[in-house]
């Protein structure tokens, strides 16, 4: 998947050993640093040939009105984009003169490298400029997690055999406004041809210029968005250390910095440019209280100096990766693409500090910023057991945006809370409700988050005093969206209409399965909340219900509803539909579809793809997973076998969902092949929109497939239980997992599995079905017969050759395709294209 040459193994450090501007913004994405709060791009420091030259800042967006070609009622009225807010990761050298340029320079020696254990991305190169000099420039840029708001950078320029006149020229761009010197308008290269999933361009200008100055080596731009009113400061800081003489000329203007050091450098006397940076926003605040908060941030950093802050990332890298790291016995590059995608994960959440994830993190423009319902499903559940804290304050993200919830869900009709699909703001800014609003199952993935955290930490102050009031809001949504008929056997049924699950290749249909197994945890978890905050703490319930106006009367409705919610079964089948027409669709053969049609998002109208039994990503198969202790073996088994040959993976959220429930089962060459896939989608650019950012969601369940898929863990019902599934060509699996403050250290071998806790309370858990405790500091040594079932090769449309749907139809597979009056010839027969179809055995 990915070119050893050019990207040699290290299992700590992604290390690039020639440069090609042909895959630019891949290589952008994958050597971003940053903290949750703010991202660099891993753009060179010259400024130039940048697919996108980007700095985000998590949160700080601009809106715009949503034009729809056609207005209805209640559709979302507020587009929101994040802001590629001004750049300051401009370094560039000149040597006579002569700009180090990648497209022309003559480059002896080069190479890049992340190092994943102290949050620093380095570069070191030597050019042969144009009269034969050899100059070696060594590059460093750092986001500190320790201090949300600073970003560090040096360049250091040595001319190895020879005097000669240097520069290096230090910039703040704005490039969301600005056409720059260097590269022109920002972004052009990134925009390319039509791709819903990129960022939408703004062509007004967004960054309104404030305050901006100089002060000897302190450079300071400061702006106001111009829609959203947001605002904010960078402050930058930059000292020299050479024994060369040198003078100093600066340059600023609203939308640029300079600070320009011209050297008149000595054969082999190092010249090194230190540049310090803070960035500061807000809502609203004015700039001048912006900046000197950076000014604040910026003194503290230099009191420390770089060395310390340097020691500081490692220290907090190092704590980290003692609570994060999950280690797969000799292969070192799965470790590497392992441990790179648990860091992406902190470069996405680390200080976003109630703020929520973006879907790229802070690596790109991609998907406009947006939270989505990846945070809560992909995301928290690692950061619940490896960083409480952090998933906390990604549920308070949530808390937070409960009051424009709960107006959404007024306008849609509807009681409670509805979560918007895709917001930065807490607005819902999806223009298309099919695929976007209809997906209510958010309001379910936000409250299971909200229990997975609570299962795992205990923090049930937490649940009490914020986190019910997601639980409660939730629950009255769906009490209200769903509705109750009277079946023929007398037994009354709840059902959700009109609704779309994770699979956007089938929208607004009925009984969705994942919405409604979803919507029935998600109302049982509220009313068991709300009657043990009334066991546990009289005040603290009077006050929520006092809060929250809740009648007693709706916990037990709530309890009515989940008992009675219809969970579509197809007995002919023996599967669960994806909804309750799914199965009357035509098949779409999926092995019959040219490569140069996917995915199909981009290649067929959405009304083509409604037609069909076609899945964009796992459905059904996520539900067996979240809530696998609803379904029996069999019924997991006989549902992964259906949907897996449907599945397209055109979505990154797919393969580690797929991984898991492939273990599970027992195909467990195809679980490590999916699992392959989601660990190297962007390292191996395997969806070709690496270069758009970071697949944090992926990343989130890269870890998943792990913990979960091969080392078994489930926390159904609250109870920590292991099932493990360690691949044949894996010695050995190990992984840390805190459960209620007491961190556990769990060892996967193909005959035993090992836990060790550190000091803390005792920890029950189950062991395919055997009880165990474990006490603070102690160690137990389970044996363990084999790794589950074993089936071969992967499930195809075949197995289901002789299936008959309920009214007796066989099923057929086809591939949509034009009509023409030119007949496509088979073996003996010529057809239209349009009636180009197969059986599932063909």
Known sequence: MIDRDRFPVDPWRLVERSFSLEDAGVTETLFTVGNGYLGLRGNH??????????????????????????QAYGFAEVGQTIVNVPDAKVMRVYVDDEPLSFDLADIVEYERVLDM????????????????????????????????????????????????????????????????????MPGAAARGGFDPRKAERIDERVLQPQDHWQDEARSVLSYRVTASGMTIALVADHTIETQNPYDVKTLIDPDIAKNVYRVQAKAGVPITVTKLVSYHTSRGVPTRELIDRCRRTLDRAEQAGLATIRLRQR???????????????????LQQATRWCLFQLAQATARADGLGVPAKGLSGSGYSGHYFWDTEIYVLPFLAY???????????????????????????????????????????ASAYYAAGTAQYHINADVCFALAKYVRATDDLEFLYREGVDIAVE??????????????????????????????????????????NVMARFNLRFAARTVREMAEVDGEVYRQMVERLHLDPAEPEAWDRA???????????????????????????????????????????????????????????VLALFLQGNHFTSEEKLADFEYYDPL?????????????????????????????????????????????????????????????????????????????????????????????????????????????RADAGEPVDFRVRGTAYTIGGGGELVIPLLGQGPIRPGRPTLGMFADARREDGTLLSASVPTLTTSVPVVTDTVPVTASEVEAPLDA
């Open 562 to 620: 989940a008992d009675a919610m219809h969970i579509p079964y197809s007995l002919g089948l023996g599967i669960h539909p994806q909804d309750e027409v799914f199965l009357e669709r035509e098949v779409w053969d999926l092995e019959q579809t040219p490569p140069e049609q996917r995915p199909l998002l981009l290649h067929f109208h959405p009304l083509v793809i409604y037609r069909y039994q076609v899945l964009k990503q796992a459905d059904v």
């Open 474 to 515: 939730t629950a009255r949504l769906w009490a209200s969206l769903g509705f109750w008929r009277e079946e023929i056997d007398g037994e009354d049924t709840f059902h959700i209409h009109g609704v779309t699950g994770p699979d956007e290749y089938t929208t607004v249909v009925n009984d969705n399965l994942f919405t």
């Open 315 to 333: 220290a907090w890298l190092d704590g980290f990766w003692e609570r994060s790291d999950v280690r797969i016995a000799e292969h070192d590059d």
């Open 117 to 184: 254990r102290d949050g620093v991305l380095r570069r070191d190169l030597v050019w042969r400029t144009p009269s034969g000099k050899h100059v070696r420039i060594h590059f460093s840029r750092m986001v500190s997690f320790e201090e949300r708001h600073l970003a560090a950078m040096d360049v250091s320029v040595t001319v190895l055999d020879a005097d000669a006149p240097v520069t290096i020229s230090c910039q703040l761009v704005n490039r969301q406004d600005a056409a720059d010197v260097y590269s022109g």
């Open 647 to 755: 599945t397209t993976g055109d979505s990154t959220l797919s393969g580690v969902v797929q991984s898991i429930l492939a273990a599970e089962v027992g195909y467990q060459e195809l679980a490590l092949e999916y699992f392959l896939d989601g660990i190297f989608v962007d390292l191996g650019d395997l969806h070709h929109n690496a270069s758009d950012g970071v697949h944090v969601a992926s990343a989130g369940g890269a870890w998943t497939a792990l913990v979960s898929g091969f080392g078994g863990m489930r926390d159904h019902y609250g109870e920590l239980s292991f099932d493990p599934r360690l691949p044949e060509s894996w010695p050995e699996l190990s992984y840390p997992l805190m459960w209620h403050g007491t961190r556990l250290h769990i060892t996967v071998r193909r005959d035993e599995l090992i836990v």
């Open 45 to 70: 420091p010259e400024g130039r040939f940048g697919h996108e030259q980007g700095t985000f800042i998590n949160g700080f967006h601009e809106t715009f009105p949503i034009r729809h070609a056609e």
């Open 386 to 428: 490896t960083s409480p804290l952090w998933a906390r304050n990604a549920l308070r993200m949530r808390v937070h945006m409960l009051p424009d919830a709960r107006r959404r869900a007024f306008q849609l009709n509807e009681a409670g809370a509805l979560f918007p699909w895709r917001t930065i703001n807490g607005e819902e």
